[in-house]
């Protein structure tokens, strides 16, 4: 089976650096995705990790660990507009995308 | 623009009636999917295409049914909507190729009263 871990909330500051941290236990893997979504909408596509490594993108950054199951999204100088849910997603043996449950972020003045 | 497009936005559904879901997409992408999104439990796949003329079940799928005649349409049908199907139905497509992210529809809000 399948099973993603995530926090189901944060809270960061205007300006900080926030850490949002992903485990996962799959019978087969084949990328880790970082999806933001604001309430509302839609989730939007942030990054994309298939080998070990930090993939950096403007100020967010994504990094994954296969041997550890763990990927993690830092996301830098943070500005109110950052406030959403975080969604970490593996896919699956059939091409689908499964997903966490979403970290909330709230960022704080 | 394009990407996919879902309709209804919102409904509000007796219970007991039947409902379509629609979903169109114009990227001419194989694999089309919908996802539930429900409080405390992320999204969830209900059902899978990935080419036309084939469909799977995903991890919820009771309730719900779906067809794909072609590339660009996969409706989600739920035959007698009940109370728990209450939620944030989304279509989502992702390009070929297992390292391609997924785009998705802007939602349907179904509540089943």
């Known amino acids: 089976g399948q099973n993603i871990d995530q926090p189901t909330e944060m809270t960061a500051t205007e300006g900080a650096i926030v850490q949002i941290n992903c485990t996962y236990q799959?019978?087969?893997?084949?990328?880790l995705f970082w999806y933001q979504q604001h309430a509302g909408e839609a989730p939007t596509f942030l990054s994309y990790?298939?080998?070990?490594g930090l993939e950096e993108k403007g100020r967010f950054s994504s990094f994954l660990s296969r041997s550890k199951g763990y990927s993690y999204l830092l996301l830098k100088e943070l500005q109110m507009k950052d406030s959403a849910s975080y969604l970490c997603?593996?896919?699956?043996?059939?091409?689908?995308?499964?997903f966490g449950k979403g970290t909330k972020l709230s960022v704080k003045p | 623009i394009a990407g996919i497009t879902q309709a209804p936005t919102s409904q509000i559904l007796a219970a007991g009636r039947r409902m379509t879901l629609r979903c169109t997409q114009d990227m001419r992408h194989n694999a089309m999917y919908w996802y539930r999104q429900d409080l405390g439990l992320g999204l969830r796949l209900i059902h899978y295409s990935n080419t036309a003329g084939t469909t799977g079940k995903g991890e919820v799928p009771d309730g719900y049914s779906v067809s794909r005649a072609n590339t660009d349409d996969f409706p989600l049908t739920l035959a007698s909507a009940v109370p728990s199907q209450t939620s944030v139905y989304f279509c989502?497509?992702?390009?070929?190729?297992?390292?391609?992210?997924?785009?998705f529809g802007q939602g349907t809000r179904l509540t089943v009263v």
């Open positions: 997603a593996v896919r699956g043996s059939q091409g689908n995308l499964i």
């Open positions: 990790n298939v080998l070990d």
């Open positions: 799959t019978s087969g893997f084949n990328g």
């Open positions: 989502a497509s992702p390009r070929s190729g297992m390292n391609t992210e997924a785009f």
